[in-house]
């Protein structure tokens, strides 16, 4: 019986074309430019600053989760919830940066490693520590996000992006202070069973 015409190609072409190398596209740290009538110098200052933003997002993001695995004592039940109720909010607003730094023609950062060497959140130890001190590390760290954004903010007003003033105030900076807030009533030393 003859064998089909183009058999042997049909059969190749089912075949996953794996272990792939190629030269990167956009080198991080390079602008390719959409047409978002924004200039080029506007474009890269937002993505430094929206990269440095999204190292600390990332941070304070895995910090949540830590604490929220490794949370002890009586309030364990309603800290390992909340811890991971803003870890979930945290994962929002660093897929919610990124998309903004690829939007502008930047490249996001990605992976951990990157992450660490781009934080300026302190390291968090790999041990384990007491509530006070794991809701003060994650108040520090708050801070420092929305010191930092309320600057980058107000240049990117000054300089016309306006996407990114509005990202960073009415996603980022009222997310983390709403955050700070639920945080900080648990560090009030208030009775629990008898009123002073
Ligand atoms: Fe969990």
């Given at each position: 019986m003859p064998r089909p015409k183009n058999a042997g190609t049909s059969l190749d072409r089912a075949r996953p074309l794996d272990h792939q190398k190629a030269h990167e596209i956009q080198a991080f740290g390079h602008l390719t430019r959409l047409?978002?009538?924004?200039s080029e110098n506007t474009a890269r200052q937002s993505v430094e600053n929206l990269n440095q933003v999204l190292a600390d997002t990332f941070t304070l993001r895995d910090l949540y989760k830590k604490h929220h695995w490794q949370v002890a004592g009586p309030t364990f039940y309603q800290l390992h919830l909340l811890y991971d109720k803003h870890y979930e909010e945290q994962n929002a607003l660093v897929d919610t940066l990124a998309e903004r730094i690829q939007s502008l023609g930047g490249l996001t950062l990605a992976m951990a490693p990157d992450i660490a060497e781009t934080t300026i959140i302190p390291r968090a130890p790999k041990g384990r520590e007491e509530v006070p001190a794991q809701i003060s590390r994650l108040l520090h760290a708050h801070e420092i996000i929305l010191k930092e954004a309320r600057t980058m903010a107000r240049l990117a007003a000054e300089s016309g992006d306006d996407g990114t003033n509005d990202l960073l105030i009415s996603d980022l900076i009222r997310s983390n202070e709403k955050q700070v807030w639920f945080l900080s009533e648990h560090l009030v030393d208030v009775p629990l069973v008898k009123a002073d």
């Open positions: 047409p978002i009538a924004l």
